[in-house]
């Protein structure tokens, strides 16, 4: 099939910055020093490539991600990097799993749900999810009072993620780190689970990274300079043009607007209705002519389609079911 | 079913201010006077209420819709208020099919597609789709020679709709409807179609008035002081609890965030990742709590949701398929 010839819009992903991405992370962050965060990509198909890369664990954000990965047969070690009250979802699946836990509720959730393995969440900066260090040992014992297996530590350093300047960057990972070597000698187990795309390289206390956006990249992640490059893009097409701006059919449902609006090649983005982008381009445009409109925040844009095309040039490799979608 | 037993996060409607919504709308812009919009919910067990109040004809944004509306049995009058290029799927339906043109390109898409009915879309001062009014006698006369039925035209007056000031607001739609009063004297056709939640009671120049999130309602919509109560949440637990803030389970995945960040009452939102909001209570929480979280803008939001619960109290009354997602 040729990629014009898509229903419009389309999400695609450009297959050879797609392989130099997952071959380039799989260089820096060999088998199991990568445990791939799900939730960027929503796609067992893609999971699988990175699984033939060596990546055999895989991070996930919601019971559907475990659940559908589970499902596809990627369930060799998969992590809910979150809290869960309803745990029963998890001890019903045919996986090995394990499950975030940072208070004694959600250890009870755990232990309650049939899950055997946690690792012990730990604040290291980020105003989200995970107990102070000093209060790690308590509920890692909390744990193994339940009966349930400690296999250590994660830890995210969240709001070191985007920080443009990387040596500001570091500073913020190393505190972050110093937190969570603190927990993990007082916790215990094997795992030290921490850092993300922005962090790959700067992390060294994580015995496992748990970067995703990486595979796809988006603009906010490629102001880095990272060595990953953008590979996510929606095709839309032009339906009206104007003087001076024309208009395509990619609109704020087929994009995540959380980092701003989403950037075109050659035009300036004025404005994003609901399935409308109001650009002015610096060529002139004509109506039915492709554009291919770059999202500013990959996870969100992801979440809102079906099918991600894999395209090469004109033509589309592949179409894999953004299977992963939901709650 | 209860709806604390709802997973999270849930799309919740409140039975009580949807109904009264949609009564208080059927009162001011009764039967064919009002074309629903049903992008704002994309579920036809909503726009069935919607037709049982009385309005038959509905407004869509995307073929999906009108494909949905079509198959639901709601096909008497849709018109795919946006242009199109490939009308081949409008074409095909069994169901009386209207579609904006403004355009020699989109009359001949519309044209070639096997539509029999087109409004002339007239740009009324939204940078956006809809042809200059100097330009409308020569789009209709296009559409004429190509055997199309002219209904009339259409014109969104999209800059008008979230400004604060009632006055200003009227002004703003005054001046729209004026140009797309010149563009009508030349089409021809018994069709002015305009408007939207924010100019229902504003716009008189308009036979039917396409308003769409009346029905919900946001944090954007409400500040209007409009007759319509914000009907739309998305339920949440609360997952984890620190000093000074919580979290629960409802992120930019679950949300449409272009308006900005949600709002929940008696806390202060910091912030939302993929899966979570952190935000301050004013009153203690606990793990496992629910909290009610209001979304800035709804049409985004509804379409990451699979299902539309409509509550009452603490009653799940109905779930509702959002059923007119993607494209």
Redesign the interface.
């Known amino acids: 099939m040729r990629a014009a010839a898509l229903?419009?819009?389309a999400l695609v992903a450009l297959a050879p910055e797609l392989d130099h991405n997952l071959r380039a992370m799989a260089r820096a962050l060999p088998g199991a020093r990568l445990r791939p965060h799900v939730?960027a990509h929503k796609c067992t198909a893609l999971a699988r490539a990175q699984a033939a890369l060596g990546h055999s664990a895989f991070t996930c954000?919601?019971l559907r991600e475990m659940e559908g990965m589970a499902a596809a047969g990627l369930g060799d070690d998969l992590l809910l990097a979150?809290?869960?009250?309803?745990a029963r979802r998890l001890g019903a699946l045919d996986a090995r799993v394990g499950v975030a836990v940072?208070?004694v509720?959600?250890v009870a959730a755990a232990a309650a749900g049939g899950v055997r393995e946690v690792l012990v969440d730990v604040?290291v900066g980020l105003?989200?999810?995970?107990c102070?260090p000093q209060d790690a040992a308590r509920i890692a014992e909390a744990a193994r009072r339940a009966g349930l297996l400690v296999r250590g530590v994660m830890g995210y350093e969240?709001h070191a993620m985007l920080v443009p300047e990387r040596a500001r960057r570091a500073e913020l990972v190393a505190e972050s780190m110093q937190r969570l070597r603190e927990a993990h000698a007082v916790v215990g187990g094997e795992v030290v689970s921490a850092g993300g795309t922005g962090s790959f390289d700067l992390n060294a206390e994580a015995t496992e990274i748990q970067a995703g956006s990486y595979a796809l990249m988006d603009t906010a992640y490629a102001a880095l300079g990272l060595p990953f490059r953008p590979a996510l893009q929606v095709q839309a097409?032009v339906?009206?043009?104007?003087p001076g701006?024309a208009?395509a059919?990619c609109g704020?449902?087929?994009l995540?607007?959380?980092h701003g609006p989403p950037a075109i090649d050659g035009a300036r983005v004025?404005?994003?209705?609901?399935?409308?982008v109001?650009f002015a381009p610096e060529l002139r445009v004509?109506?039915?002519d492709l554009v291919r409109v770059w999202p500013a925040h990959v996870?969100?844009t992801v979440?809102?389609?079906?099918t991600l095309h894999v395209v090469d040039g004109e033509d589309v490799l592949e179409s894999w079911p953004i299977d992963l979608r939901?709650?």
């Open positions: 229903r419009t819009p939730k954000a919601t979150n809290e869960v009250l309803d940072d208070s509720e959600t604040n105003p989200r999810c995970g102070a969240g097409r339906i009206s043009v104007a701006y208009v059919d704020l449902k087929a995540g607007m959380d004025l404005f994003c209705s609901d399935e409308h109001s004509r109506v039915g996870d969100p979440a809102y389609h079906e939901g709650w």
